[in-house]
């Protein structure tokens, strides 16, 4: 019984949105729901670092009561004072966690969504053209990168804005004549100490560059284990690796002596500045060159220290947050991918008796020099069997990818049941359809998970017809959990006939009413060949069948056989009149005999 198509989802947050906007833009587009949550936690997080620039003027004021002999009472109402905003640290920060941290991670699943769903509209040509290994770290590692921006900009870079702002608030109400002071000082030393940081950075390449070289000898020892030992030379793949691990070690002894010096002398300079800053305002205080008192000298150099550093905090945040901006811009390869399988407005398909007519189809790949597919003109009928052979490059796989409709032809079109499949959501038209490929493809689960992929409300009973109809049923009942063992990632603890049997169960369970073997048998051995054959005998019944075969024996009960060469169609015919030819079917089968 066919599965009805399952409820378009809601839009998410960057469905047909990006555009190659800038991604500050795109970051403000993903917030915007937690725009309040956002602000929140700001206003938390103000008040939770308040005490980080209110402690110098709070310790100048008690410093001024005690030189001054001010009333007592005013060192205790600083001091609480400065309590009631430590105790206010443990709500405030919580709350800041639970608005910002979690506005994060809603980001995060947000473009993460967005991003599989993209991968899923897009078309097979686009991720035959683009690595999985590339498509998977944009969806994990980009955005955890994204996400570790917005974090660590939240955290170090809000405490260094709110302690710049509210340190040169409190100069200009406390010490005006300071202020222009610290406009000028501050900045440039924190540009001094980035400065010396910065010529870190070529030493840090150098050491990464080892450390990959380094990973490469491994990678490269651990897939040559089989070769290494069967030729006994143990002794010459380590010595190949300790040579990259010797360099790996030098590089990081030099790395960490630079990292030591250059530290040191940051240290150095930042600490000389503020030492110089104390003496100039404690000199002007003594020679009462402007009305400031001990505290406000205090206060001062405090201030020189917690400023400058927190202008080094926002300038060491421009790789991260330039990284991260990268990493969006990443995702937005994916987002605004223009090669997408469209299927709104189209035709539903809600029945299929299985006529399929090829009218004129060409197809040509793009940057190819020629057509892959060119004039292929055929009509297949109802629970008709129709075998393509050919040698490679003769563009079997490309007609099984038009059928599927993995590609759209670029001449001429191809019919369902009288319909133009150019007007129908191929979506539908899928629901009646099942592929049989060469590699069966499992994902780590069990048995009935594999088989149900999809169709999570088959009965036990339907599961095992299915199993049993495609001969599996026996070996799966001598295993320890049944249908319910786990098959290991990629079915990695079946053998390669279990998998296929389990591959034509997946197909028979949905009870196709359009089939594709796309050379099911060619990896196995004769006796596993033996039992896929007999299983897909039952599956071929009364569908519409397009086989794709290495083997001709494997078809020769084909109703029609199409012989391919060079994107055309060169004869068609059974087995018998096509060898009687002595044409192209013919010439492949002597050469298998041979």
């Known amino acids: 019984m066919q599965q009805p198509l399952p409820p378009p989802r809601q839009p998410s947050a960057l469905d047909h949105r990006y555009r190659g906007e800038h991604p500050i833009r795109t970051l403000g587009y993903l917030l915007r729901p937690d725009r309040r949550r956002l602000a929140v936690g700001v206003a938390a997080f103000v008040v939770k670092h308040s005490p980080v620039w209110l402690l110098p003027l709070i310790t100048a004021n008690i410093i001024d009561v005690v030189v001054q002999h001010r009333p007592e009472r005013e060192l205790w109402l600083n001091a609480g004072a400065l309590l009631v905003i430590l105790v206010l640290n443990y709500p405030m920060h919580l709350l800041y966690v639970r608005c910002l941290y979690g506005s994060t991670r809603r980001m995060g699943t947000a473009l993460r969504d967005a991003l599989c769903r993209r991968l899923q509209q897009l078309s097979i040509g686009y991720h035959t053209r683009t690595s999985a290994g590339v498509l998977q770290a944009k969806v994990v590692r980009d955005v955890e990168t994204v996400e570790q921006m917005t974090q660590q900009a939240s955290d170090m870079g809000l405490a260094a804005v709110i302690t710049l702002i509210g340190g040169l608030s409190v100069i200009a109400f406390r010490v005006p004549s300071f202020l222009p002071v610290f406009l000028v000082v501050v900045p440039a030393a924190a540009l001094l100490v980035m400065k010396l940081r910065s010529r870190l950075r070529s030493h840090n390449e150098s050491f990464r560059q080892e450390v990959e070289q380094f990973s490469a000898r491994v990678s490269e020892m651990t897939s040559l284990i089989p070769i290494t030992r069967a030729h006994g030379l143990e002794h ?220 999570g409300d088959a009965d036990e009973r339907t ?43 997946r197909a028979l369970i949905r009870n196709p009413r359009v089939l594709i073997l796309d050379e099911a048998t060619s990896a196995l051995d004769t006796r596993s060949e033996a039992q896929v054959q007999e299983a897909l005998a039952r599956l071929v019944h009364g569908r519409t069948v397009f086989v794709v075969a290495h083997r001709l024996s494997t078809i020769r009960a084909a109703d029609r056989i199409v012989a391919m060469e060079h994107g055309r169609i060169a004869e068609i015919g059974t087995h018998e009149e096509l060898v009687g030819r002595g044409g192209v079917y013919a010439g492949l089968q002597s050469k298998q005999s041979a």
């Not at 690796?241 to 150095?268: E, H, K, P, T, Y």
């Not at 400023?307 to 390869?333: D, F, H, N, W, Y």
């Not at 299915?466 to 599996?472: G, V």
């Open 236 to 455: 010459a793949a380590l010595g190949r690796v300790d040579g990259s691990l010797r360099q790996v070690f030098l590089a990081g002894v030099r790395l960490d002596l630079l990292n030591g010096r250059f530290g040191a002398l940051a240290w150095i300079l930042l600490n000389s500045l503020g030492v110089a800053c104390l003496a100039g305002s404690a000199l002007v205080a003594y020679h009462g060159w402007l009305p400031i008192t001990a505290g406000d000298v205090v206060m001062l150099s405090a201030f020189f220290t917690t400023l400058t550093g927190s202008m080094s905090t926002l300038l060491s945040l421009a790789p991260v947050i330039s990284k991260g901006l990268e990493s969006v811009r990443s995702a937005g390869e994916v987002l605004e991918a223009p090669d997408l399988e469209n299927n709104a407005g189209k035709d539903l398909v809600e029945r299929v008796e299985g006529r399929i007519d090829f009218e004129g189809v060409g197809f040509a790949y793009e940057g190819a020099g020629g057509a892959a597919v060119e004039d292929f003109t055929l009509s297949a009928r109802p629970g008709e069997t129709v075998a393509l052979v050919g040698a490679s490059g003769a563009g079997k796989s490309t007609v099984l990818n038009l059928l599927i409709g993995f590609i759209r032809p670029t001449t001429g079109r191809i019919v369902l049941d009288g319909t133009d499949m150019a007007t129908l959501d191929l979506r539908s038209y899928r629901q009646f359809l099942s592929v049989v490929p060469q590699e069966s493809i499992l994902f780590e689960g069990s048995i009935r998970d594999n088989v149900t992929y999809g169709m």
């Open 463 to 505: 599961v095992r017809d299915a199993l049993r109809d495609a001969n599996a049923l026996e070996f799966v009942e001598s295993l320890p959990d049944g249908i319910h063992t786990v098959v290991g990632e990629r079915g990695a603890r079946l053998s390669g006939g279990q998998k296929q049997r389990l591959a034509i169960a």
